[in-house]
């Protein structure tokens, strides 16, 4: 298995509040994914990464941000968390463009 | 712009029976094509995938799938299912920059 975690794995918050989820890996991968799954949508990409301080924008970004400043760690924000960003949120990782990408066990969200 | 479509939501197939989930796509030039499995409450395994070269990819957990050009088509097969194939299916497609289209997933259930 890829060395991906992710932190934390399960997490309740109120509207309004900021959230950051981490995803760490130890594969030295230079490309890192964050995605969200809700029923019936399948995942769906937020906001990639393709180097250090190198970042994207995916199909669903509004109301996120991300951070990488190191190759290991890929931070993604909900600055003002709202109900609508309850979802289990999926970090990936893969060696370059258009490689397999290799997923983190996920993290659940719960905005209240 | 690009999609993948997954037919069916959810398949009831018997133990030792023979199955195959559709996925169709829509994407210009040579698609890379990704089959991932999700257990409940995990993250996504790679089951295959598709770059280029011959049209019949194995897999692991003795899955194929076919590439066919013709019908925008990706479609996955098991000759014989274990109960332990019960899962979530999720066809994806990668776009430039290792962005991943997923279709919305097939339920997959067996019976004893």
């Known amino acids: 298995d890829a060395g991906i975690t992710q932190s934390p794995r399960h997490k309740v918050t109120e509207t309004g509040t900021p959230v950051t989820l981490r995803c760490h890996q130890t594969?030295?991968?230079?490309?890192m994914y964050w995605y969200r799954q809700d029923p019936g949508h399948g995942l769906r990409l937020i906001h990639y990464s393709y180097g250090v301080k190198d970042t994207d924008k995916g199909e669903v970004s509004d109301g996120y941000s991300v951070s990488r400043s190191k190759t290991e760690d890929f931070l993604l924000t909900l600055e003002s968390a709202t109900s609508s960003q309850t979802s289990v949120y999926f970090c990936?990782?893969?060696?370059?463009?258009?490689?397999?990408?290799?997923f983190g066990p996920g993290t659940r969200l719960l905005v209240l | 712009a690009q999609s993948v479509t997954q037919p069916d939501i959810h398949i009831t197939v018997s133990e030792g029976a023979s199955l195959e989930l559709r996925c169709n796509y829509s994407y210009g030039a040579t698609p890379y094509l990704f089959w991932y499995v999700q257990s409940p409450g995990q993250g996504l395994q790679l089951l295959l995938k598709y770059f280029s070269g011959d049209t019949l990819v194995q897999g692991i957990k003795g899955f194929e799938a076919e590439f066919k050009r013709s019908q925008s088509s990706f479609n996955l097969r098991k000759p014989s299912v274990h109960w332990s194939d019960a899962a979530e299916y999720f066809c994806?497609?990668?776009?430039?920059?290792?962005?991943?289209?997923f279709g919305k997933g097939t339920k997959l259930s067996v019976k004893p």
């Open positions: 994806a497609v990668d776009q430039s920059q290792g962005n991943l289209i």
């Open positions: 990936a990782i893969s060696a370059g463009n258009q490689e397999t990408q290799y």
């Open positions: 594969e030295n991968h230079r490309y």
